[in-house]
T-cell receptor, first 117, second 114 residues
Framework: DVKVTQSSRYLVKRTGEKVFLECVQD?????MFWYRQDPGLGLRLIYF???????EKGDIPEGYSVSREKKERFSLILESASTNQTSMYLC????????????????FGQGTRLTVV | AQSVTQPDIHITVSEGASLELRCNYS??????LFWYVQSPGQGLQLLLK??????LVQGIKGFEAEFKRSQSSFNLRKPSVHWSDAAEYFC????????????FGAGTRLAVHP
């Protein structure tokens, strides 16, 4: 059974703290993604990675950074947490699509609900 | 700019009634198309996907979706809704080839009346 595991379901952090959200997948997927989910806004892409040590900014990268040192692990870092980063964070992974390979279904973790106080 | 629009934020239907959730996309070329469902407190689950071929695709839980190129739409349908279908539904697109960045719509929250 495919699996994307996020290290915490709930986190409470203080303003200004450095926060690490961890995500691990066991499917040997090339692509990994971090989204934040807010009511009425859907899922917005923060960063994604298509290979080890490779990363691309998504739609809302400000205030975040990422790290991908190993293929199976993708970390989201809040350098200095702020209250407007209180949200649900979702990690996902998928195979890299190629011209002759059509299966790009993304698998999601259960999410981390982060509260910054 | 690439975008996905789900025009209905909330929809309420009676149990047993039919359902259609709308999704329109703005993309240079036909992307991959997906519908995901998120039940309360749960992660996202894939309902169905369109890559190519038959424009009517069947998914899990009795859902289907129809791709209409001329309308840039990928609407989700179910002929008879069950109370357990109450959830939030997300339409998503990803470009063909490359790095498959998934872009989501804002979601439609479905309530089901008994």
């Amino acid at each position: 059974d495919v699996k994307v595991t996020q290290s915490s379901r709930y986190l409470v952090k203080r303003t200004g703290e450095k926060v690490f959200l961890e995500c691990v997948q066991d499917m040997d997927h090339e692509n990994m993604f971090w989204y934040r989910q807010d009511p009425g806004l859907g899922l917005r892409l923060i960063y994604f990675s298509y290979d080890v040590k490779m990363k691309e900014k998504g739609d809302i990268p400000e205030g975040y950074s990422v790290s991908r040192e190993k293929k199976e692990r993708f970390s989201l870092i809040l350098e200095s947490a702020s209250t407007n980063q209180t949200s649900m964070y979702l990690c996902a992974s998928s195979l890299l699509s190629r011209e002759d390979f059509w299966d790009t279904e993304a698998f999601f973790g259960q999410g981390t609900r982060l509260t910054v106080v | 700019a690439q975008s996905v629009t789900q025009p209905d934020i909330h929809i309420t239907v009676s149990e047993g009634a039919s359902l259609e959730l709308r999704c329109n996309y703005s993309y240079g070329a036909t992307p991959y198309l997906f519908w995901y469902v998120q039940s309360p407190g749960q992660g996202l689950q894939l309902l169905l996907k369109y890559f190519s071929g038959d424009t009517l695709v069947q998914g899990i839980k009795g859902f289907e979706a129809e791709f209409k190129r001329s309308q840039s739409s990928f609407n989700l349908r179910k002929p008879s809704v069950h109370w357990s279908d109450a959830a939030e539904y997300f339409c998503a697109v990803a470009p063909r080839g490359g790095y498959n960045k998934l872009i989501f719509g804002a979601g439609t929250r479905l309530a089901v009346h008994p």
